[in-house]
């Protein structure tokens, strides 16, 4: 399918010469946005799993009942919540915690300074769903004030964003691939016009159009794979220089982001498959183009 | 193929150029196997053109062609390489591959019909040196004389043992002594059993060897028969 002999002074095209790094550019840009579009699922992942099967239970403060009586509403919620069917765990988020979430817009403050609610976490089985508006109503009626946020509902929609996202990164990803066919293309129908005496040389001499598609795609994959490590090669600086940045910006919003061992491995087959592309493009402009002549 | 079928056969051969005139007009002929034919007309009669029909360039635009006993009209495209390889052709400006060297040239037809390398080696080493230029191996066209781009030319169009040869204006490049080294080499070929064809503007060697003659003119075409009394290279002289 592909040759690296040639008859034809294929490496002697201005163009050749500029292709390797147009593929390079678009290698360096799908690397990104594949390694965005890992980051991301694998993001998504993680929420889905670990925060779709939470719900936190807030039990208002009274400031007019004693700790006994607040001591009793919490064990009856925790009652309530171990009762539920589909309930795996319930844990009373320590006081200590709270002001801990709940200093970026408090301060440093004492447990005593403000009435801090009581937060109940609460893990369900992601298989059994616990429906959390029968819950906050079950509450409702035994502590009145109590709210039940499901994460799921925000969670959902978030998962959603990301997954257009991701979308998108596809989208992009698809369209650098095109692009750098049309490049391929573009350089090939170059290559044929400025080799015209030469191929026809060819086949007068009874050489198969297959015979001249092989030449071109064989200089196609050299130059696609050349183009294909330049590109993985900036790149990879690139993402560890991301990481890095985004593992100091210590978002608590963000989990952490790690490109799992599957995520290199695809980042690693970029060079070869804009090779194959190459390849596979050249060859089947030659074709088309050379099937228009007798 | 049949021993007694024609090389090439045209049967009210018409060939235009897009929308313009016809440049040959009803042309039909038949090639022997093992014959010799001058082709000559004045500058612009037709010559190339038929030649281009007879070496697989073209199409015509009506007749009948056929090549080694297949109608062309109707071979398909991927018939052609195999119908082109048992065709030689010496173009008149050459058409050697200026960035290949004399040996890569000449190895052309045998490695697009996949020869294995060590093979073409030994063919083309052993033709090179038989038309003198065993030295001039690696040499690229560009640097080489007209004569010698005109033997490696040959040397090409010949390394494939084809049945038919063909030469435009072989000796148009060349000095009288080399022109008739260079017909002699043909003479050769034809006597192993080649049919030869050669399109040439030199009637003095037309007379001298005595071939037969296809005449063309405005678009037609006339057999004219040998005379092959004389031969500067055979033993009659």
Known sequence: MFSRRTDLPLDKDPLSRFLPWLIAFMVYLAALAQAGLIGLDSLAQRWDTGMAATLTVQIPPDPNAGTATNARRLQIALNMISETSGVLKASVISEDKVLQLLSPWLGLVEATDVPLPILIDVETDPDLNVDARVLHQKLARRIPGTQVDDHGVWLSRLIEMVRTLEGLAGGVLLFILLSAAGTVIFTTRTGLTVHAEAIEVLHLTGAHDRYIAKQFAGRAVALGLKGGLYGIGLAIPTLLVLGHMAGRMEAGMLPDIEMPLLGWVSLAVLPVLSSFVAGVTARHTVMRNLRRML | ?237
């Open chain 2, 1 to 237: 193929m049949d021993p007694k079928t024609p090389i090439a056969h045209f049967e009210n051969v018409g060939l235009r150029y897009g929308l313009g005139p016809e440049v040959l007009q009803d042309v039909t002929f038949s090639l022997k196997p093992g014959s010799f034919h001058f082709l000559v007309g004045p500058s612009g009669a037709g010559k190339s053109s038929l030649l281009k029909l007879m070496y697989l360039a073209m199409r015509p635009s009506r007749g009948l062609v056929h090549l080694f006993g297949r109608d062309i009209q109707t071979a398909s495209r991927d018939e052609l390489p195999a119908l082109r390889r048992s065709i030689g052709v010496v173009f008149q400006d050459y058409r050697l591959l200026d960035h290949l060297s004399t040996f890569d040239n000449v190895a052309l037809p045998l490695r697009v019909a996949n020869v294995k390398e060590q093979d073409i080696k030994r063919h083309v080493e052993e033709l090179l040196a038989w038309v003198g230029l065993k030295d001039h191996m690696h040499a690229r066209p560009p640097t080489l004389s007209g004569g010698q781009k005109q033997r490696v030319s040959i040397a090409r169009a010949v390394i494939s043992r084809p049945k038919l040869l063909m030469a435009d204006e072989p000796t148009g490049n060349v000095d009288d002594r080399m022109g008739f080294r260079l017909m002699h080499l043909f003479e050769e070929l034809n006597k192993l059993g080649t049919t030869i064809v050669v399109a040439t503007h030199n009637e003095a060697m037309v007379d001298k060897l005595g071939h037969p003659i296809m005449r063309i003119d405005g678009g037609g075409l006339k057999v004219v028969p040998g005379r092959r009394a004389e031969n500067i290279f055979g033993g009659q002289s």
